[in-house]
């Protein structure tokens, strides 16, 4: 069964621009998390999609957003870059939406804003 | 506040002792919780998820313990391997939260020869 996968591994833009981020789940799996990983604030939760739609959103500006297709990939966008975005941006793949279910972590996007 | 607090921020062993790492918390109301293993530039993997009637779990080497009533948990990894360098978090969700985790900021572990 192949893993979660995120594109791109690496990314790099200049403040005020704009960038879109993609994860593909495990197969068969229904809900994606993504998160924030500094090494200032550690992992934060940004938002989770459970059959294309947002359960829950972490403490994050309006400039972060997502959403879910109806074959579980999800992409997150983040508008209007500023430097403290940089960051690892890690999803996770999870098999259903219930508290309990392991979360699988695809390798992260590593976005650089210069 | 939910917060999730980790100690020590960092901790060197050589190859083949044990240790304990420690997790507090005051996330409320409890659903679980989860220790992760981070190696460095990569994604979390899970160890251990506990729920709120469980006091301990194990994964090979790693054992995990709970206390729900002072909110606080342990890792204890044992006979050290040089793979086990790496980033533990403990992970704390919220009930009623679906998948939203409050994360610890980690335990960094060397594990030297």
């Known amino acids: 069964k192949a893993g979660v996968t995120q594109t791109p591994r690496y990314l790099i833009k200049t403040r005020g621009q704009q960038v879109t981020l993609s994860c593909s789940p495990i197969s068969g799996h229904r809900s994606v998390s993504w998160y924030q990983q500094t090494p200032g604030q550690g992992l934060q939760f940004l938002f989770e999609?459970?059959?294309?739609?947002?359960?829950n959103k972490g403490n994050f500006p309006g400039r972060f957003s997502g959403r879910q297709f109806s074959n579980s990939r999800s992409e997150m966008n983040v508008s209007t870059l500023e430097l403290g975005d940089s960051a690892l941006y890690l999803c996770a793949s999870i098999p259903f939406s219930g508290s309990t279910d392991t979360q699988y972590f695809g390798p992260g996007t590593r976005l650089t804003v210069l | 506040k939910n917060q999730v607090e980790q100690s020590p921020q960092s901790l060197i062993i050589l190859e083949g002792k044990n240790c304990t790492l420690q997790?507090?918390?005051?996330?409320?109301?409890?659903?679980?919780l989860r220790w992760y293993k981070q190696d460095t530039g990569r994604g979390p993997v899970s160890l251990t998820i506990m729920t709120f009637s469980e006091n301990t779990k194990s994964n090979g080497r790693y054992t995990a313990t709970l206390d729900a009533d002072t909110k606080q948990s342990s890792l204890h990894i044992t006979a050290s391997q040089l793979s086990d360098s790496a980033s533990y978090i403990c992970v704390v969700s919220l009930n009623n939260a679906g998948n939203m985790l409050t994360f610890g900021g980690g335990t960094r572990l060397m594990v030297k020869p």
């Open positions: 999609y459970f059959s294309e739609t947002q359960r």
């Open positions: 997790c507090n918390y005051t996330v409320s109301p409890f659903s679980n």
